[in-house]
């Protein structure tokens, strides 16, 4: 397998494209402190001095297998090769989600198809980890669409809303911070449906997430090294031609 290439567009970051994106984001967490008010119910804290636990970041990974064998040609001293795998382009994708506090939010698996394999359920997901709120869903492509981002919205949500801290104090607001991708904003019926439970969406410029998201600048990096570590597994156990 193959995790997805970072695709970003450095010119877009710009001075006053940054002070934007910093002053909405305060205005963002003014409107929490505002809204939010009394003490915590979990821990009798106020908003304020638990505030990192409300605030859910979100971003998708793709990962890409070939069905048959992969062989990697190149030369030995090269770090870096790019693998062509033809006509396999077998995909799915995850949308991760998790707290600034450290909490594990829902993931939604994307997967190529129109029927979801038998024993391929929510409970499955739980039983291998995942927490409330984690779903699979079929689409076309196995890539996030925005009729895919209205199938999983209900979970997710729901699932940000049985986080830690967040479960205790149903009358709180929290916000789940996208990236830029069009499909995260564009559908109304998911905004109504975070709206009406609590869960404000926060969206950031697009090709800026490896710069102002956690996600891409810590947990993302990991998820590539996890993928690099499987895919050296995969290149030891196939055959390797060295030129």
């Given at each position: 397998m193959i995790d997805q290439a970072t695709t970003t567009k450095p010119l877009a970051?710009?001075?006053?494209?940054?002070?934007?994106?910093m002053k909405t984001v305060d205005r963002v967490y003014d409107h929490l402190r505002e809204k939010n008010t009394g003490l915590c119910r979990k821990t009798g804290k106020t908003f304020g001095e638990v505030m990192h636990q409300f605030m859910i970041g979100g971003d998708d990974t793709s990962i890409m297998a070939s069905s048959g064998n992969v062989r990697i040609v190149g030369a030995k001293e090269r770090k870096k090769h790019e693998t062509n795998l033809h006509d396999s382009r077998v995909s799915i994708t995850m949308y991760r989600t998790g707290s600034v506090g450290g909490s594990t939010g829902p993931v939604a698996f994307l997967m190529n198809g129109k029927q979801t394999r038998v024993g391929y359920t929510d409970v499955f997901l739980k039983k291998f980890g995942c927490?409330?709120?984690s779903t699979i869903v079929m689409t076309p492509t196995g890539f996030m669409t925005e009729d895919a981002w209205e199938k999983i919205t209900p979970n997710i949500i729901s699932g940000i809303r049985s986080m830690p801290y967040i479960?205790?104090?149903?009358?709180?607001?929290?916000?789940?911070?996208?990236?830029?991708?069009?499909?995260?904003?564009?559908?109304?019926?998911?905004?109504?449906?975070c709206q009406a439970r609590l869960v404000l969406s926060l969206k950031e410029e697009a090709n800026l997430s490896h710069v102002n998201q956690a996600y891409d600048k810590f947990v993302a990096k990991h998820d590539k090294s996890s993928a690099n570590a499987s895919l050296s597994v995969l290149q030891r156990t196939t055959t390797v031609n060295k030129c």
């Amino acid at each position: 397998m193959i995790d997805q290439a970072t695709t970003t567009k450095p010119l877009a970051i710009t001075v006053g494209q940054q002070y934007g994106w910093m002053k909405t984001v305060d205005r963002v967490y003014d409107h929490l402190r505002e809204k939010n008010t009394g003490l915590c119910r979990k821990t009798g804290k106020t908003f304020g001095e638990v505030m990192h636990q409300f605030m859910i970041g979100g971003d998708d990974t793709s990962i890409m297998a070939s069905s048959g064998n992969v062989r990697i040609v190149g030369a030995k001293e090269r770090k870096k090769h790019e693998t062509n795998l033809h006509d396999s382009r077998v995909s799915i994708t995850m949308y991760r989600t998790g707290s600034v506090g450290g909490s594990t939010g829902p993931v939604a698996f994307l997967m190529n198809g129109k029927q979801t394999r038998v024993g391929y359920t929510d409970v499955f997901l739980k039983k291998f980890g995942c927490v409330d709120g984690s779903t699979i869903v079929m689409t076309p492509t196995g890539f996030m669409t925005e009729d895919a981002w209205e199938k999983i919205t209900p979970n997710i949500i729901s699932g940000i809303r049985s986080m830690p801290y967040i479960k205790e104090n149903p009358q709180w607001e929290a916000v789940e911070i996208v990236d830029g991708y069009g499909a995260h904003v564009s559908s109304l019926i998911a905004l109504e449906y975070c709206q009406a439970r609590l869960v404000l969406s926060l969206k950031e410029e697009a090709n800026l997430s490896h710069v102002n998201q956690a996600y891409d600048k810590f947990v993302a990096k990991h998820d590539k090294s996890s993928a690099n570590a499987s895919l050296s597994v995969l290149q030891r156990t196939t055959t390797v031609n060295k030129c």
